[in-house]
């Protein structure tokens, strides 16, 4: 019988720097999409807040930390990154894994804007879009969630089918703002 070898949808990969920025695979632990029964968004909401202290987050936002964050995924829509979902969350929305379907990634340095001018057609200035903020969006040609985390820290999420290209995409485009430097 053939052995089965669990592998992160970046097989290990080492963080990569170019420049001022660096790439780094996340594991983000369980992901579990929540999308509220019609007419449910508020008891969602609240038996979320209840059962994991995080507040659930507004369309464009993030709440939450590492560990435990609660990212917009889309009109009443959250994705539960880090731990278990309570299943009495059941009664007001479906629940979903999603922790086989994504891929992550965090990209933090002084050029990060820059970078990703380069790759998502939305304007992640720091001016514009504060930490907390979120958006699905497309990276390059992959649909893909931009979180900032911090400062000078993004957290990107795209399909598992995705991760080698937006890896090699990433790659290319923090090469060329470091060449510019």
């Keep these: 019988m053939a ?5 992160t949808p970046f097989d290990g990969m080492a963080p990569v720097t170019h420049g001022s920025v660096t790439l ?4 983000l632990g369980v992901l579990t999409s ?3 029964l019609k007419g449910q968004g508020k008891a969602a909401a609240a038996a979320f807040k209840e059962a994991h202290g995080i507040a659930w987050p507004a369309p464009n936002r993030a709440t939450g930390k590492e560990g435990g964050r609660a990212i917009w995924f889309g009109r009443e ?11 009495r ?9 999603q922790s086989d379907g994504w891929s992550a990634v965090e990209l933090s340095g002084a050029d990060v804007e820059d970078v990703l001018a380069r790759l998502i057609p939305v304007d992640l200035s720091a001016a514009t879009f504060k930490r907390g ?4 969006s497309q990276v390059q040609h992959m649909n ?3 979180t900032r985390t911090g400062a000078d820290t993004f957290l990107i999420l795209v399909f598992r089918s995705m991760a080698g290209t937006l890896r090699h995409d990433l790659e290319r485009a923090m090469a060329s703002v470091a060449t510019r430097r």
Excluded at 24 to 27: G, K, M, S
Excluded at 77 to 87: Q, R, S, W
């Design 89 to 97: 969350l059941a009664e007001h929305a479906a629940l979903t894994d």
């Design 34 to 36: 929540i999308a509220p």
């Design 144 to 146: 893909g969630s931009i």
């Design 133 to 136: 903020h979120t958006a699905r």
């Design 3 to 7: 052995e089965l070898i669990a592998k």
């Design 77 to 87: 829509t959250v994705l539960l990154a880090g731990p278990h979902v309570d299943a």
């Design 24 to 27: 780094r695979e996340v594991d």
